[in-house]
């Protein structure tokens, strides 16, 4: 596998990014902001599901106000995002961790200077996030809404930040479609270090958010670009979390939690192991422990795969064998093999050092 790029280490809020820290799990909530016990609760789902950091929209005066209330209630890192509106940047850096903005759509230098002073002051960096539905017209107009265009409008926002000495920048670069996503990212690496924040944005429902993070992230991930990212999906907060986490681990950049190796199931099946499989997948959701488990529905394949996994069951007619670390330690009828499963995955995953 491709090494991580080597970029700047920044901290959002406790979290760090980019360097050698682990990749980061970033959503964003939908309520209006200035609802705080709505954004509050929102942010206590996100951070039970395993995110790491969360964004919230902050659209006018009475969202940039509720920070303060909203800041006090949550741990996890508080990004604010921000478009136009220099005053609505000036009173969420009061509170927040992080600014989302594009000094190139704030207007006048001396108002970015006021941002980025502020930004100064309280150590927050700030994210540029480009997005190919909103660039400048100069760009637009140039390049259209291309990959070209996107990497342009980040350098030219990036350049504002430097030209003020400011350098704790990260960056994102979001199209609604893989290909130019992909291209705006790969293009722009490797003229910095700064740490990058992936995303395809708009991505659309569960499936298809699904089907194209994984291809245009997890591409992203093979090469080694991405030090934080979000999976935006049109539908439930924690889906976000769980499938950006699933990228990152699929992608081999984390080694946390089961990996679990299932077999697609054929007319040799012995067994009910759609239903064995969803239940493992429950019941090992907790599991920090980087294990490979495997599940396999008859004895062709499961043998095989069992050498391999750190503990494994093979279904035969009725029943089957429990597997730990290729040796058969067990053999149960079919109700019985799920429980003992479970028991030898939480056994081995006490005894490795995570
Ligand atoms: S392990 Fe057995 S049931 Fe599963 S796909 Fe292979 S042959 Fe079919």
Redesign the pocket.
């Known amino acids: 596998m491709k090494p991580r790029y080597e970029t700047k280490k920044i901290f959002v809020g406790n979290v760090a990014v980019g360097g050698d820290a682990p990749i980061s799990v970033q959503s964003m909530t939908y309520s209006n902001t200035h609802d705080v016990v709505a954004t509050v609760e929102q942010i206590n789902r996100l951070h039970f599901a395993g995110c790491d950091i969360v964004r919230v929209a902050v659209p006018a005066m009475e969202d940039a106000l509720a920070l303060k209330a909203i800041k006090e209630q949550i741990s996890l890192p508080l990004v604010a995002d921000i478009h136009f509106n220099y005053r609505l940047a000036l009173e969420a850096a009061k509170w927040v961790d992080c600014i989302r903005f594009n000094p190139g759509n704030i207007g006048d230098k001396s108002r970015i200077k006021e941002i980025v002073k502020a930004c100064n002051e309280r150590k927050l960096p700030i994210r540029i996030g480009v997005n190919a539905g909103s660039l400048e017209d100069e760009f637009e107009n140039k390049y259209g809404a291309t990959a070209k265009g996107m990497v342009a409008s980040a350098e030219y926002n990036i350049k504002f930040l430097e030209d003020l000495g400011f350098t704790d920048i990260k960056v994102s670069l979001k199209a609604s479609d893989v290909d130019r996503t992909v291209e705006a990212y790969r293009m722009l690496r490797p003229k910095n270090n700064y740490p990058f924040h992936l995303g395809v944005t708009e991505a659309g429902t569960l499936f298809h958010a699904t089907v194209k993070s994984s291809i245009g992230l997890g591409a992203l991930l093979l090469d080694g670009i991405g030090d934080t990212m979000r999976v935006s999906i049109t539908g439930e907060l924690e889906e976000e979390v769980k499938v950006a986490k699933a990228i990152i681990k699929d992608s081999g950049r984390a080694k946390d939690g089961v990996n679990i190796i299932s077999?697609?199931?054929?007319g040799?099946?012995e067994a009910d192991l759609v239903t064995a499989v969803a239940e493992v997948e429950r019941r090992t959701a907790h599991i920090k422990a980087p294990l490979d488990i495997s599940v396999?529905?008859?004895v062709?394949?499961?043998i095989g795969e069992a050498k391999h996994a750190d503990v494994a069951i093979a279904y035969g007619k009725g029943s089957g064998l429990i597997m730990v670390k290729g040796e058969v330690v067990a053999k149960l009828p079919e109700n019985e093999l799920v429980d003992r499963f479970i028991y030898e995955v939480e056994e081995m995953a006490k005894k490795v050092d995570i």
Do not use: E, K, L
């Not at 077999?263 to 054929?266: S, V």
């Open positions: 077999c697609p199931t054929c040799r099946i396999m529905g008859c062709v394949n499961a």
